[in-house]
């Protein structure tokens, strides 16, 4: 089983029980059952053990102990080894504005093994100075840069109207994971996995569900006999 065939739901809870087990690990807890893992991600128990058989053909599938559970440690190891984070992955930045300059100090990416290892801009005044240890470097760069560090992974910050040429250099350099963050879908060869984080669009979620709840909440409210609403909060 190839890793392009797994759901990137499966991979979006793969990390979700990451993030738990270290929780777990700092406690000093040393087992966890598949029914705690499944609550953690919101989710069932047999979909906890339908996850973990994707890691079967990777020879990392561990189904832990019936009655005991799983141990923490190792199968903390396990998964981290499957996605890909027990090494360190290098990383740079496209687009150093109030957003960037947000993302380049951002602590939970070297947590994660992720390196940001250079940051590109098109504004000269930027361009020279260091960000944590990263130079900023002009965009005509990123070609050479890209070869010197040995980048796999770029993030996109740039505006709309510059990302997807931006994103075909990356590419073209031999950028194969995109993270962006440019309001725009971007359009690449197969080979380049782009994630879209389109922060006014979740935002725009957020208002309407908290109008919907907001509502939700009235309605109940209203609905209630006239003595149980006066007791209410």
């Not at 799983?70 to 290098?90: A, N």
């Not at 390196?115 to 000269?124: E, H, I, L, Q, W």
């Not at 005509?140 to 740039?158: S, W």
């Not at 505006?159 to 971007?186: C, D, H, M, T, Y």
Request: charged fraction near 25%; proline fraction near 4%; hydrophobic fraction near 45%.
């Amino acid at each position: 089983m190839a890793a392009s065939v797994v759901p990137d739901e499966t991979v979006g809870r793969l990390v979700t029980y990451v993030d738990y087990l270290e929780r777990l690990l700092d406690q000093e807890v040393a087992t966890v059952s598949s029914r705690e893992l499944a609550a953690a991600a919101g989710v069932n128990a047999a979909q906890v053990r339908k996850d973990f058989s994707y890691l079967v053909p990777y020879r990392l599938g561990y189904f832990g102990t019936p009655g005991v559970g799983y141990e923490v440690r190792r199968l903390l190891y396990q998964l981290t080894r499957f996605l890909g984070v027990t090494h360190e992955r290098r990383v740079v930045l496209v687009g150093y504005g109030s957003l960037g300059a947000a993302l380049a100090r951002y602590r939970g990416f070297a947590a994660r093994n992720f390196n940001m290892v250079a940051v590109f801009d098109v504004d000269p005044a930027k361009i020279g100075k260091k960000v944590d240890g990263a130079l900023v470097h002009g965009i005509d760069r990123l070609g050479e840069v890209l070869a010197q560090t040995g980048a796999e992974i770029a993030i996109l910050a740039t505006p709309a109207s510059s990302a997807q040429s931006v994103a075909e250099k990356l590419a073209q350099a031999g950028i194969r994971a995109i993270l962006n963050f440019a309001p725009v879908v971007l359009s690449l060869p197969r080979g380049v996995t782009v994630r879209q984080v389109d922060l006014s669009r979740e935002m725009q979620l957020l208002a309407f569900r908290a109008m919907q709840d907001g509502e939700s909440a009235r309605a109940h409210h209203d609905s209630l006999p006239e003595e149980e609403r006066q007791r209410e909060p």
